[in-house]
């Protein structure tokens, strides 16, 4: 009788921390998809280096995605194309901000002709999208739509990218 009651005590103490373990540490996959509306260019080269998502909690700080080092041409995304550009796993929550890390590879092509375009704090601080999604157990995909023809601006015979970006 002893040695069941000791593994009936050991039982409901070994389920009971196995079952907050599981509260705590519970991952969900997300992606992030990158989308484009037409414009009235050549090319517009958007270099991305990475990708970070900013959770419910304030203290838990920006979540590097796993995301490839590449330059999009944005008007290959036109027309409901979507291309993937982060995947990972992170803490379930909510996802309040997704930030995108910009390199120095960003440039326009113009009947012809190409620009480099400056990307004013987006090289340092990142271009920041206000979210606000609570994330499923399932995969979760955000879809987010660069808007190549609001977000280029002509400015004395150069280009600068000041990014129009939402989620869809």
């Known amino acids: 009788m002893k040695k069941t009651l000791r593994f009936l005590s050991l039982f409901v103490a070994l389920a009971v921390f196995i079952a907050s373990c599981r509260k705590d540490d519970k991952n969900v996959p997300v992606q992030i998809m990158l989308t484009d509306n037409p414009a009235d260019y050549d090319s517009v080269n958007v270099h991305i280096q990475s990708i970070r998502v900013k959770m419910n909690s304030d203290d838990a700080g920006w979540i590097s995605l796993h995301t490839k080092d590449t330059t999009v041409n944005l008007l290959d995304l036109q027309n409901g194309t979507t291309m993937l550009i982060a995947n990972d796993t992170i803490p379930a929550g909510t996802i309040k901000e997704v930030r995108f890390i910009l390199g120095d590879g960003n440039y326009i092509v113009v009947n012809g002709t190409r620009y480099v375009m400056t990307t004013p704090s987006a090289e340092d601080s990142g271009l920041k999208i206000k979210i606000d999604k609570h994330l499923g157990e399932t995969l979760n995909t955000l879809t987010i739509d660069f808007d190549a023809a609001l977000s280029i601006k002509e400015e004395n ?12």
């Open 157 to 168: 015979g150069g280009y600068k990218l000041m990014p129009v970006i939402k989620l869809k």
